[in-house]
């Protein structure tokens, strides 16, 4: 049966859940954490299928973790995952717990940075279902014979270390967590399959598999080309034995999960719907007659009080005050700026207020688009470096363009009043690309279009193979 679980990993990221778009309002004397709530939490459904803990994140009560400070550190030993990410209810008992060591954050180091007895006792005092053994990252793949001889000699023989280091630790985490009687067993131990191009990859698999795995997950392609990517999960797909189950560690690209259940890979981590909607102003959307993922871009609204857009106005005086001119006189601003005493900072002030205050009314009640999406631009064109230098290029002016034709589409469709996720009924200002709760709160949304998505591609998934 077909099947694909989404692992969400953790990063503690998570948003203050009495924030207020509109009012600004938020928690006061606000504690990082205990404050705060993870998507799971202002979601209405669960966002994922399970979470994905790294040890190089949480660390250990000697080794600092990169995101765990030590308090929390000992809190998440102390409670367990579940717990600790508040998953502990009857909401989400489904929910599944994937414990990682977290390779990519000591990728640059000689050797890993953490014993296997270290892993396996955090993936206990955990109480992860699955933990993925020692590995250490080889991030370079030839996907042919001509790419793999570009690769120099020495590079070679490091990612053949790197291999053996993951496959000798892959052995002995084997032997380790299957000593004691299988019903006391705590978790579902994978092994890690790294490789340089094919060959090592076919070869890394074949290896464990005759350690014993039947839970593999590829690692190091998260730089990979799709069709490498594809290509090489087909060949695998054939040399594998035939119960062997994939996990791909840190890539999803959604849109493969058909050609991942033909090939056997069942599960997946990603952080990218996150980090498309805070870095990139991202917001997905999915039409359920396509089935297509839709990624649409943010409505922006910079804030002017912000260092950055300070830094702007300091830098660009000038060319703002001739920009809101030349906008004046073009009938680009639709507010009185003619006052000469008004400083740059007041200018820019005004308009984002004006731009605020016409976008929640649009939001209300429809009623404004054109008055609005001028005010958006109006603000857009001087909080943004690129409509100030005095020359533009064709190129950049064709992007901007094109940037521009998307939001007045995302305006005039405001797929968010049709979104029932939990977060875009509180509406626009919660999730506009503007601050980094607002962003956050974005990002939290394509976690949940994500799984939407996916769920229903497995639904038609399983259904075809029901009249096969
Ligand atoms: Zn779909
Ligand atoms: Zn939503």
Redesign the pocket.
């Known amino acids: 049966m077909t099947t694909f679980n989404y692992y969400f990993p953790d990063n503690l990221d998570f948003v203050d859940p009495k924030f207020n778009g509109i009012t600004n309002e938020k928690t006061k004397n606000h504690r990082k954490y205990d404050d705060d709530a993870y998507p799971h939490e202002i979601l209405k459904d669960l966002p994922y299928n399970g979470m994905l803990v790294s040890l190089a994140g949480v660390g250990t009560m000697q080794k600092k973790g990169k995101y765990y400070t030590q308090e929390l550190t000992e809190d998440f030993y102390y409670y367990g995952a579940k717990k600790f990410l508040r998953l502990d209810n009857d909401k989400f008992k489904n929910v599944l717990l994937m414990g990682d060591c977290g390779a990519f954050d000591y990728v640059n180091e000689p050797e890993p940075p953490y014993t296997l007895d270290e892993l396996i006792e955090f993936y206990e005092r955990g109480g992860f279902d699955c933990g993925i053994s020692l590995d250490h990252i080889v991030f370079q793949y030839a996907k042919d014979d001509e790419a793999l001889n570009k690769i120099p000699y020495a590079d070679i023989r490091e990612a053949e270390r790197r291999i053996n280091i993951t496959l000798k630790n892959a052995e002995e985490f084997y032997i380790k967590t299957h000593q004691d009687d299988p019903k006391k067993r705590k978790f579902i131990a994978y092994g890690v399959a790294h490789g340089f191009d094919k060959e090592s990859f076919i070869s890394s698999v074949k290896k464990l598999e005759e350690i014993g795995y039947r839970h593999i997950t590829i690692g190091g392609m998260i730089k990979s080309k799709t069709p490498d990517l594809l290509d090489l999960l087909e060949t695998l797909s054939t040399t594998k034995s035939a119960e062997t189950q994939f996990h791909l560690l840190g890539i999803c690209r959604f849109e493969n999960i058909p050609a991942y259940a033909k090939y056997g890979v069942t599960s997946a981590d990603s952080t990218s719907p996150l980090m498309q909607g805070i870095k990139a102003g991202k917001y997905f959307d999915?039409?359920?007659e396509?089935?297509?993922?839709i990624q649409s871009l943010s409505i922006r609204i910079r804030q002017c009080d912000h260092e950055n857009v300070q830094k702007l106005i300091d830098k660009h005086r000038n060319g703002i005050r001739n920009l809101v001119s030349q906008m004046l006189a073009n009938n680009e601003i639709d507010i009185d700026l003619s006052n000469k005493a008004l400083s740059t900072n007041e200018c820019v002030k005004r308009l984002e207020s004006d731009c605020i205050k016409k976008l929640i009314k649009y939001d209300a009640n429809g009623e404004g688009f054109e008055s609005t999406f001028k005010a958006l631009m109006a603000y857009e064109k001087v909080t943004t470096p690129d409509y100030l230098v005095k020359e533009m290029t064709s190129v950049k002016k064709a992007t901007l363009a094109k940037d521009k034709h998307r939001v007045h589409n995302f305006l005039r469709e405001r797929p968010w009043k049709n979104c029932s996720c939990g977060i875009c009924e509180s509406g626009i200002m919660n999730i506009v690309f503007r601050s980094n709760q607002t962003n956050r709160r974005r990002g939290i949304h394509n976690l949940a279009m994500v799984t939407k998505?996916k769920d229903?591609?497995i639904d038609v998934l399983k259904n075809a193979e029901v009249e096969a």
């Not at 396509?290 to 993922?293: F, P, T, V, Y």
């Open positions: 999915f039409n359920d396509s089935h297509e993922l998505h229903k591609v």
